[in-house]
């Protein structure tokens, strides 16, 4: 029904390659990396040698997540890492349209996130300048949160406000997603589903991730 990013927060980080080569083999869109600064989230997850690390062994898209203050100051750099799929918070740019149209000007997918607490009607002058916009079903910083129900209604709002515009960005929704709710996400209009928790505690990841597809 949708596609499937899968979070590496939650993965054992001691085995990095063992993540990857299992998202390789599995039928996720893309390899999700949250990044985190300990400023806009009160955590801090990893950085460059990280990424560069996962770069090496992924034969996926490299979806990064950035939930740091004063991104743009790195759009080049993750660019030059591998990162294909750029999405950035509402909430850490006052110049948001600016810092979509130049993280496509890098050759990069454009994407925006907002908070539970952000409304949908706040991306009506920007999303002409995005690829994707992603829903936070929990609030950022920490994998293993429980799904906030609030945020069905925002992805039918984000859905309605793309028809209406005609436009043909991707709906990504991160945070809390498993079996038990990623049907309903994608009958709201979820065209991607990140998971963390739900695959990397799963028995059997790879028929955890095609559960949820
Ligand atoms: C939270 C991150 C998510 C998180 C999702 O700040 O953006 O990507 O890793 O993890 P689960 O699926 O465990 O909620
Ligand atoms: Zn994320």
Same mark, same amino acid.
């Given at each position: 029904m949708g596609k499937v990013s899968v979070s590496l927060l939650s993965s054992d980080l001691a085995?990095?390659?063992?993540?990857?080569?299992?998202?390789?083999?599995?039928?996720?869109?893309?390899?999700?990396? %949250?990044?985190?600064?300990?400023?806009? &989230?009160?955590?801090?997850?990893?950085?460059?040698? &990280?990424?560069?690390? &996962?770069?090496?062994?992924?034969?996926?898209?490299? %979806?990064?997540?950035?939930?740091t203050v004063d991104p743009s100051r790195y759009y080049q750099r993750y660019r030059d890492l591998g990162i294909s799929w750029l999405t950035v918070h509402w909430e850490t740019c006052p110049h948001l349209n600016r810092d979509l149209q130049e993280i496509r000007r890098l050759g990069m997918r454009s994407g925006v996130s907002i908070n539970p607490a952000t409304p949908v009607c706040q991306l009506e002058q920007a999303v002409h300048y995005a690829d994707l916009v992603l829903i936070m079903s929990v609030n950022p910083g920490f994998g293993g949160q429980v799904f906030i129900p609030e945020s069905l209604q925002k992805i039918r709002e984000l859905k309605e406000m793309r028809t209406r515009k005609n436009l043909d960005f991707l709906i990504q929704v991160d945070g809390g997603i498993n079996d038990q709710n990623a049907t309903e996400l994608y009958e709201a209009g979820a065209d991607i589903l990140v998971a963390g928790n739900y695959i990397f505690k799963a028995e059997d990841p790879l028929a955890a991730i095609r559960a949820i597809i």
């Open positions: 085995h990095l390659a063992d993540a990857c080569n299992m998202i390789n083999a599995s039928d996720a869109w893309s390899i999700h990396m %949250d990044i985190m600064d300990g400023v806009f &989230v009160p955590n801090i997850s990893y950085g460059f040698p &990280v990424i560069e690390a &996962v770069s090496r062994y992924s034969k996926k898209i490299l %979806d990064a997540h950035l939930m």
